[in-house]
Each structure stands twice: as C-alpha cells, then as structure tokens.
C-alpha cells in the first residue's frame, strides 16, 4: 500500500495540502502548518490544488475535481470527464484545469467546468500565470498560451521531449524538461518563438520558478540552476546528489526539497545548506504561508520550519507506511506529469 502527498497550497490564512493513500486521495488542512485536519476523502488519487477567489480547488485522477471555502468541508464537482487532471490555477476570474490528451476545463466559481478546446493531443502538465497570460507546457514538448483561458494556441518549442515545469518573471517565459527530455531549458520574449539556452547539465529538471528577479530550476542529482534573464544559466553546488522536486521562497530564504529527505535552504539561491529534515522520506512539496515552511512528503509526513533551518515532524493524523513503496519508486516520479499514469 501507498500513500503521499502530490501537493501542498496556502489560502486565506490556510494551508491544503493533498495526496493518497493506496487509492483513495485526501485532503488535509492547517492554519499553522502544525496542527492538521483531515478533510472529505475522494475516491482517487488527488494531484494539484490551487487557492482562488476565497475558494480551493482540488484535481486528480479521473476528472476527480472537488472544492472548499475553508479547506475542511468539500465538495465534489462534476467537471464531465474521466480524463486525469495533473494542474490546476486561477487567473483572472477563472479556474483552470489541465491535464490528459490536451483536456482543458475552465470554471469561474470552482462549481460549473466547461471544456475549452486546447487544439493539442498530449498530456498538458504544468500551468501557471504569465503575466495578462496563461502558459502551459506538456508531452512531446507542447507549450500553450492564452489571454484568457478560453482560446489557445499552440506553440512550437523545437523540443520533442516532454515539459514539466514553466515559470515567467521580467518579460520572459522559461520552461524546463523532465522526463525523456533532461536538461532541457526553454525561453520566449513573447511566448510565440521559443529558443533552447544552454543548461549545462543532462540531468532532468523538475521545477522552475521567479522570484525576487531571479530564476531557479532544481532537479536531479541535486541540480539547481540560477538565471537573472532566462537565457544565461549558472550551475550552482547544492551540497546534495538526490533528486529535487520542488522549490519555494519566503522570509528571504530559499527552501528546495527532494528524494530521501534532502531539504537544502539559500538566502539567494546560490549558495545552498542542507538543513536536517528529520526524515528519510521523500519530500514531494513545500510551500510558505502564515510564517512557516511546511513540507509534504510520502509515508503521509509533514515537515515544518519557521525559518527553514531547523524542522519538526509533525502528525499528519493519517496512517504511516511505505515512505516510497517497496519497489523504491519515489512517490513524486508517479504524479502525472511524471508519465506513470497520465497516458
């Protein structure tokens, strides 16, 4: 049996985050990152959350899509199809959801979904705003814009392989690869012409984001990237050679996660600590609200810093198991955008 969680969101003083446990998702909620609460179980996996308008929403395995005021009480909504949802956000008055064979849905209370037409076939991994704009990447290496979440157009990427992360900051869009595409940076003035920079490594890259005037990709075998304009790219030591999977920022630091526990903390992204975490499972998500780092990992673990230095484990309520399943296969690798079980 598994579990772990997949994502982690903070909203209206609150912090959501969301996972499984052997097929079942859940959802569990904290104003301090400290105390949890578990919330309404649905009956798949659940993969991205989002916080909008004073509402959660939630995506997942089957078109599973459910919501809250207040991250405790849930609601299951009827988007009208069977396709995985890997991604969701909110940009201008909308929801957006994304995922398997191009779906796109749309919502503008989190209650009734229409299905835009994304004009492409393959899986659509990662969403996030640009700016006035939408951008999306996915398989085969896709990259999707639009002004409004209604109408998109398809961009080529010159890349083949798959996308699994964008991010967009000082006029430029950067998006990274993943699986069957390691190494891979792309970035666009317009989101229009895209052009592949030099990265410097092969290994894969998990995550990208901008903050401060700064771009930071992280990924295997410890790579973090730094860049001020998403052309030119420095690889910086991170003191680790486990794989990270995701980055956030707050109180001025830098906190990355990743495979076996690795937590690592910058004051400006280039020169990495690893922080004891306390943990050998896999932390999948970290995010920062209220004052607190939280970190989410398999084996239903929840980490906490108010710095991001020293950790505490905290109860999650649900129960521990494998922190990564018998066959060793790091939970986050099975999140849809990874290509287990979207395709």
Not at 70 to 85: C, D, K, M, P, Q
């Amino acid at each position: 049996m598994y579990a772990g969680f997949f994502d982690i969101a903070f909203g209206n003083g609150r912090f959501v985050a969301i996972g499984f446990r052997s097929n079942p998702g859940y959802i569990l909620s904290s104003t301090n990152g400290t105390t949890w609460t578990i919330g309404d179980q649905s009956g798949s996996p659940l993969y991205g959350v989002t916080f909008g308008d004073g509402i959660f929403v939630v995506v997942g395995e089957y078109g599973r899509v459910m919501t809250s005021t207040n991250g405790i009480a849930w609601s299951e909504r009827n988007v009208g199809t069977n396709l995985t949802l890997a991604d969701v956000t909110f940009h201008n008055g909308r929801f957006v959801a994304v995922g398997a064979k191009g779906a796109v849905f749309t919502s503008p209370d989190g209650d009734l979904w229409t299905n835009q037409s994304s004009g492409v076939l393959e899986a659509i991994n990662g969403i996030t705003r640009a700016g006035d704009s939408l951008i999306a990447v996915g398989d085969k290496g896709i990259i999707l814009t639009s002004p409004d979440a209604l109408t998109w157009t398809s961009k080529s990427s010159g890349s083949l392989g798959h996308l699994s992360s964008v991010a967009y900051g000082s006029g430029r869009f950067v998006a990274v690869g993943g699986y069957l595409n390691p190494g891979a940076i792309l970035s666009s003035a317009d989101g229009v012409f895209w052009e592949r920079e030099n990265s410097s490594t092969t290994n894969e890259l998990n995550t990208v984001m901008f903050v401060n005037g700064l771009f930071v990709a992280g990924g295997g075998l410890g790579t973090i990237l730094t860049s001020t304009d998403g052309v030119t790219w420095t690889n910086r030591s991170s003191t680790t050679k486990s794989n990270l999977y995701e980055i956030a920022f707050g109180n001025g630091k830098f906190v990355a996660v990743g495979y076996g526990g690795v937590l690592l903390t910058s004051p400006d992204a280039i020169n990495w600590t690893t922080a004891n975490s306390d943990t050998l499972f896999t932390l999948s998500g970290v995010a920062y609200g209220n004052g607190t780092f939280v970190a989410v990992a398999s084996g239903d673990n929840i980490m906490t810093s108010t710095v991001g230095v020293n950790w505490v484990r905290r109860s999650s309520g649900t129960q521990q198991i494998y922190p990564d399943g018998p066959t060793g296969l790091v939970l986050r690798t099975l999140r849809p955008q990874q290509h287990f079980w979207i395709q």
